[in-house]
């Protein structure tokens, strides 16, 4: 669950939106002395996402995006993500999503797998490739195929039909 995010109000006293801030935001009122004016606000996580303290009622961190969000769009997204369209660096080019629509649009994992494409998996038992798609963690489509490149492209088409533009396609090289 997601906090609220505090009163929009407060959030434009706060905080003025700067596209060549790396967060997204400056400051334009700090609650703090160490804090200067026109400083970036906030700092990275451990997951790559900017972040900024704000003192409420209580101290919370709020994801930067989230911010940014609510001030272009004055709604608050709530229980939503919101999805960095292009990549997680730009905290302006971004949507509100569900938590299945943001995870149509992950890229495929780092880790090492049998196919360079998301969706896709290589059965040696059966000497065919397997495209997968899973929506909300439950498998949805689940087919062989003779090659790599047909298993993505069934990939990018039950993909398209599931998440339409939250889809992120496989490009067949």
Request: proline share 4%.
């Amino acid at each position: 669950m997601k906090y609220p995010l505090p009163p929009l109000e407060l959030l434009n006293h706060l905080f003025e939106l700067s596209e060549t801030s790396p967060s997204g935001l400056i400051w334009k009122n700090p609650r703090s002395n160490s804090v200067k004016k026109g400083s970036v606000a906030g700092r990275i996580n451990c997951y790559g996402y900017y972040h900024v303290g704000i003192r409420t009622d209580k101290d919370r961190n709020y994801k930067t995006h989230r911010i940014i969000y609510y001030m272009k769009t004055g709604e608050d997204p709530q229980n939503f993500c919101i999805d960095h369209i292009s990549n997680r660096d730009d905290n302006f080019n971004i949507r509100k999503a569900t938590s299945s629509q943001n995870g149509g649009n992950a890229r495929k994992t780092k880790r090492k797998t049998t196919s360079k494409y998301k969706g896709v998996s290589r059965k040696k038992n059966r000497k065919k490739w397997l495209a997968r798609l899973m929506v909300n963690r439950k498998p949805v489509y689940h087919e062989y195929f003779l090659t790599e490149e047909e298993a993505a492209l069934a990939y990018n088409k039950k993909a398209l039909e599931y998440y339409g533009e939250f889809a992120l396609l496989n490009v067949i090289e």
